[in-house]
């Protein structure tokens, strides 16, 4: 009985063989970006505000999407998310996928998350999952640093 469970728990080489792990890469450049509010009063002390972004350098394309604010305080204290679905390139691999965003400000002092949502790469870029990370300078002017990874191509 043990001979018999040896060999048929035997597996080709080719199984055996491990898988390169996707490689982390990184993008950057600048980006525009539109905020318009939206007068829907969906409820008090909420705002919704649709997204209108056109970013440069590795990544080159568009991205529309929706953030909800609120709980804005005297202290600088206050919460969004938004989801954004980027269209375009990245690094010359063409496709889109979605970003979500968690801000939360705590009497000035900001944590903010955005991570691509999982699965939602097309074309090329079918696989990615990634982090974001949003610089604003002194004079206002939005930049990206984008870590990523993508399967490997054949």
Not at 89 to 98: D, I
Not at 108 to 135: F, Y
Request: glycine share 12%; proline share 6%.
């Amino acid at each position: 009985m043990s001979l018999l469970f040896i060999a048929s728990s035997a597996q080709p080489q080719s199984t055996l063989v491990p898988k390169e792990a996707p490689m982390t890469n990184h993008a950057t450049g600048p980006f525009d970006v539109k905020m318009h509010p939206q007068d829907d009063n969906a409820a008090d002390g909420v705002t919704r505000m649709l997204l209108d972004k056109q970013y440069h350098g590795d990544l080159e394309g568009m991205a529309k999407g929706q953030m909800l604010t609120g709980g804005m305080s005297a202290d600088k204290s206050g919460v969004y998310v938004a989801i954004e679905k980027f269209t375009g390139t990245l690094q010359g691999r063409s496709g889109s996928f979605v970003l979500h965003h968690t801000g939360i400000m705590t009497r000035g002092k900001p944590e903010l998350t955005i991570l691509v949502a999982p699965d939602s790469g097309t074309g090329q870029l079918i696989g990615i999952s990634g982090k974001m990370t949003i610089n604003i300078a002194a004079d206002g002017k939005h930049s990206y640093d984008f870590e990523y990874t993508l399967p490997a191509t054949p």
